[in-house]
Nanobody, 128 residues
């Protein structure tokens, strides 16, 4: 049973950068799709970015597509979310999820329910 753990969150000023890490234990991300989601109070988790097991396929939502980058390091069993030019509206709890890759296109992995395994999340706060 694979477990996921997020790290790298914190408090930054607008315009700054953070790199979040999603590390797998008890298994690897092999043949999996990994997604970063974020959630604010009163709203459901929304997609940020996803990546497939090889790192060959990437997808990010329109709101972060230019500023955020997702990448993977299979040797470290870790998926990263590089967040640049952070805005106060990026403030949220960021979680990573994993799902066995069964679809060719990452546009099939857009919702929270598409991922079976989740980490506990970590808070990102962007001050103005």
């Amino acid at each position: 049973q694979v477990q996921l753990a997020e790290s790298g969150g914190g408090l930054v000023q607008a315009g700054g950068s953070l790199r979040l890490s999603c590390a797998a234990s008890g298994g690897t991300f092999s043949r999996s799709v990994v997604g970063w989601f974020r959630q604010v109070p009163g709203k459901k988790r929304e997609l940020v970015c996803t990546i497939n097991w090889s790192g060959a396929s990437l997808y990010c939502s329109n709101s972060v597509r230019v500023r955020f980058m997702i990448s993977s390091d299979n040797a470290r069993n870790t998926v990263y979310l590089q967040m640049n030019s952070l805005k106060p509206e990026d403030t949220a709890d960021y979680s990573c999820g994993a799902e066995i890759e069964s679809q060719l296109r990452l546009t099939h992995y857009l919702n929270e329910g598409d991922f079976a395994t989740w980490g506990q999340g970590n808070q990102v706060t962007v001050s103005s």
